[in-house]
Structures are given as C-alpha cells and as structure tokens.
C-alpha cells in the first residue's frame, strides 16, 4: 500500500521555525512537495515547494523562507520553514508524482497526498 507520511507540525510564535517531514512508503517517486490550505480556503491549495532530481522550485510567498530537501535512501522529503508568519497558518499537505512534475497551477493532477499536518502560527 502506498502511503505518505507526514510529521512535523504544530502551534508555534509568529518568527519561529517548523521542520516537516513526509516519508513515501511503499514506492518510490520523480516528484515529491507540498501544497497547503489555508482556513476558509476549503478548496484552494496554495503551492508552497517541490523538488525532483535537481529541480527544486517554490512558491512566491515562501521564496526565501522555507527550504524543501530529499533524501532519497529514506524515500523522505523535508520542508524546513523558517520566519514563519500568521499567514502561512494552513493544513500542508505532502504530494507526490510517481513519473510527472508537480505543476504548482495543477494539483488535481497529482495522484498522491499525504493526510495532512495543521501548522499554526500565532502572532
């Protein structure tokens, strides 16, 4: 059964850091990320990060702030956040593409997700 995994989140201070995880069990895959929702955004998922082979991209408002790495000996793929604000309080959701990229305009098409960790972030 293929799975993903995730840990990490939690209820920290606006300027704090967070660290997530997200370990694919049962396959391996070209493409792993994240999206997240935010509250009230029920169906909006906002790209946040993606990485495959050596192709690392992000989206606009985490540029600079969080950093998404892989290590694939333990088919596992971080997302380092950092300076987090109010406004990346969301649901983040771990993705991944068996053989496509992960397109930040087109998360229907990604056919795996994790179950989700809430990430909290007070001022």
């Known amino acids: 059964q293929v799975q993903l995994v995730e840990s990490g989140g939690g209820l920290v201070q606006a300027g704090d850091s967070l660290r997530l995880s997200c370990a694919a069990l049962?396959?391996?895959?070209?493409?792993m990320g994240w999206f997240r929702q935010a509250p009230g955004k029920e169906h909006e998922y906002e790209f946040v990060a993606a990485i495959a082979r050596d192709n690392i991209y992000y989206g606009d408002s985490v540029k600079g702030r969080f950093t998404i790495a892989r290590d694939n000996a333990k088919n596992t793929v971080y997302l380092q956040m950092n300076r987090l604000s109010p406004e990346d309080t969301a649901i983040y959701y771990c993705?991944?593409?068996?053989?496509?990229?992960?397109?930040?305009?087109?998360?229907?098409?990604?056919?795996?997700w994790g179950q989700g960790t809430q990430v909290t972030v007070s001022s």
């Open positions: 993705v991944a593409r068996p053989w496509a990229a992960i397109s930040p305009l087109s998360p229907s098409d990604i056919e795996y």
């Open positions: 049962g396959r391996t895959f070209n493409a």
